[in-house]
């Protein structure tokens, strides 16, 4: 079942500010996979605002999130799994690649993402 997303205003400067200051990793996903509708015609978002937290990437119309794990200036914690537990209560299917991975073996997680929104276009 489909939730609406949660956005939260309040957070839209810091969202901001993480896309200004975000890393390699984040910066090359979106660009080569990501940006401008390249990933099956589908609008991603970058430092989205969902709720109290902010993710690195999200596809609204397939309720598909992509993290990139230490990309946050976060460490992880019991609150990780509260957030993760948060977001997927709203219905979001969450893929979380490495900093590494999506450096140095791009095409994979260009991959593993592309399998995804495949499946999730089926149940739309």
């Known amino acids: 079942m489909k939730h609406p997303i949660q956005y939260n205003k309040n957070l839209k400067p810091l969202a901001r500010r993480l ?12 660009f080569y996979a990501l940006k401008a509708r ?20 999200i596809c609204r119309k397939l309720n598909l999130i ?5 990309s946050s200036h976060f460490s992880k914690s019991e609150s990780d799994q509260e957030r993760q537990d948060y977001l997927e209560g709203l ?34």
Do not use: C
């Open 66 to 70: 992509i993290e990139i794990d230490g």
């Open 38 to 57: 390249k990933m099956y015609g589908y609008q991603f978002n970058r430092q989205f605002p969902v709720g109290n937290y902010i993710v690195d990437f």
């Open 91 to 124: 219905g979001n299917i969450i893929l979380r690649f490495s900093e590494a991975e999506v450096v140095h073996k791009l095409d994979d997680v260009v991959e593993k993402i592309s399998y995804a929104v495949e499946s999730l276009e089926k149940n739309h």
């Open 19 to 30: 896309r200004n200051e975000g890393t390699k990793g984040e910066a090359i996903l979106w």
